[in-house]
């Protein structure tokens, strides 16, 4: 397993270091990556970096909790390429280094604790960290890359905090990741991930509510340090209060998007980031199949099942904002109606989506007919509804082709979902 871990790195670093695409864009590119390095070069010349005299007539530093002047692999970064003579600017970049390989062994460790297979937790690791969300989201805003690697952990800690008889490491473990998430995340995301946290908290039974109690405490503790710095600049800020409902609606999912829950190579009307592929929300051709096998097969209890499925499918809805049927009913929520671009839920139905998939799978691996009707009308449904034009794309259906044959062939299943994974990854 180790040899395969080295393998994903130097794929994640061959990706990372592409010259032909740059995580330094847009919002990162003028704001915060600037912000970043200015604060974190203050930290290692043993100032605190309280205000930004170089952008827009001076702003305060602690109160932007996206620029992550209190993230500590910042700092840890600005460090590496100060050692290494690399220009500063190219933080991003070895960010995504430090946080690829933090965000897969997350999923690893997280879907092995549902007693998953190795193979079929590698696959679905390798489709959390693909999906065009995750990957274009972080070169555009850094934050997505920081507090979504962190996420899986929280989410792992989480389920050791409440099933395990002495959980004292597990729990500093999770109030630790929470520091670090609350200080490089968004105030927007940083709700949305403790509603994931909430939605999972359900998912365990039996769970001891003192647990629960303290967790929920650590979490409102320590934010209160980035919260409180925000709340000094809350009036400058254009979201001090509620947006007007247009706005709260703009930037919903499209009903095209939908196709990357099938396929990735679909080609859409709505376009973010620079793409205009279905794979903006994809994690695995295998997901359909996942599903259905999930509800045909029912070997989850029945409430479990609901748990799971019941939150992805609200989350959807939160994410389609405008196309959906509940979140255009939230605008009068206090603090969520200053909340803008719904689609920046993606990734809380995808990661619930993806796990029960997974699940699913599980119920039928090594089920060579099932598998083999899986590919079948996984393939189909690909060159039908858009032939892949390209190489990559090519590649990358391939893969996903490996993974299916790993569910098929138990004994093959770690290097094809390695392989596939891989693939996918890579291309993307």
């Known amino acids: 397993m180790h040899i395969i871990w080295i393998v994903f790195v130097i794929t994640a670093a061959t990706w990372a270091l592409n010259l032909n695409f740059n995580f ?6 003028e704001v915060f990556t600037p912000t970043t390095i200015y604060s974190h070069q203050l930290w290692l010349l043993g100032q605190i970096p309280v ?24 700092t840890i970064a600005v460090l590496i390429l100060k050692w290494l003579g690399i220009d500063l600017q190219n933080i991003p970049n070895v960010m995504t280094l430090l946080h ?14 549902w ?26 805003w850094q934050h997505i890359g920081a507090e979504y690697s962190l996420f899986p952990w929280l989410i792992f800690f989480l389920h050791k905090t409440l099933t395990e008889a002495h959980p004292r490491r597990m729990a500093i473990g999770f109030a630790a990741t929470w520091f670090l998430t609350i200080n490089g995340a968004h105030v927007q995301q940083a709700v949305y991930i403790v509603l994931s946290l909430i939605s999972y908290t359900l998912l365990i039974p039996g769970r001891p509510w003192g647990r629960v109690a303290w967790i929920g405490f650590w979490i409102i503790t320590l934010s209160l340090p980035a919260l409180s710095y925000s709340l000094l600049i809350r009036d400058e800020s254009l ?10 609606l703009e930037g919903s999912l499209e009903l095209d998007h939908l196709w990357g829950l099938l396929t990735p190579t679909v080609s859409t009307d709505a376009s973010y980031f620079g793409t205009s592929r279905s794979w903006f929300i994809f994690t695995g051709m295998w997901l359909p199949l996942g599903l259905i096998s999930l509800f045909w097969h029912r070997k989850i209890p029945l409430k479990t099942l609901l748990l799971l499925t019941l939150p992805a499918i609200l989350f959807l809805d939160f994410g389609l904002g405008g196309n959906g049927y509940v979140y255009p009913w939230t605008h009068t929520l206090p603090v969520w109606s200053s909340f803008r ?3 920046k839920f993606t990734f809380h139905f995808l990661w619930l989506f993806t796990l029960a998939a997974a699940l699913g799978l599980m119920q039928i691996r090594g089920n060579k007919k099932w598998i083999a009707v899986g590919l079948a009308t ?7 509804l858009s032939w892949p034009d390209s190489a990559w794309l090519w590649i990358l259906v391939f893969g996903q082709g490996l993974i299916f044959l790993g569910l098929a062939f138990s004994r093959c299943e770690r290097l094809f979902a390695f392989t596939g994974g891989a693939l996918t990854f890579w291309r993307l």
């Open 24 to 29: 330094n864009r847009w919002d990162n590119f």
């Open 51 to 74: 205000i930004n005299i170089h952008q827009n007539l001076g702003e305060a530093i602690l109160g932007n909790g996206q620029s992550g002047a209190l993230y500590l692999p910042f």
């Open 100 to 113: 690829l390989p933090l965000a897969a062994s997350g999923w690893y460790r997280l879907l092995l604790l």
């Open 115 to 140: 007693r998953l297979s190795p193979g079929l937790s590698a696959a679905a690791a390798f489709g959390m960290i693909s999906s065009g969300f995750y990957l274009m989201g972080s070169s555009v």
């Open 239 to 248: 979201r001090s209060g509620p947006l007007p409902r247009e706005i709260f």
């Open 341 to 343: 671009w719904p689609y």
């Open 378 to 384: 996984s393939y189909a449904l690909t060159f039908l």
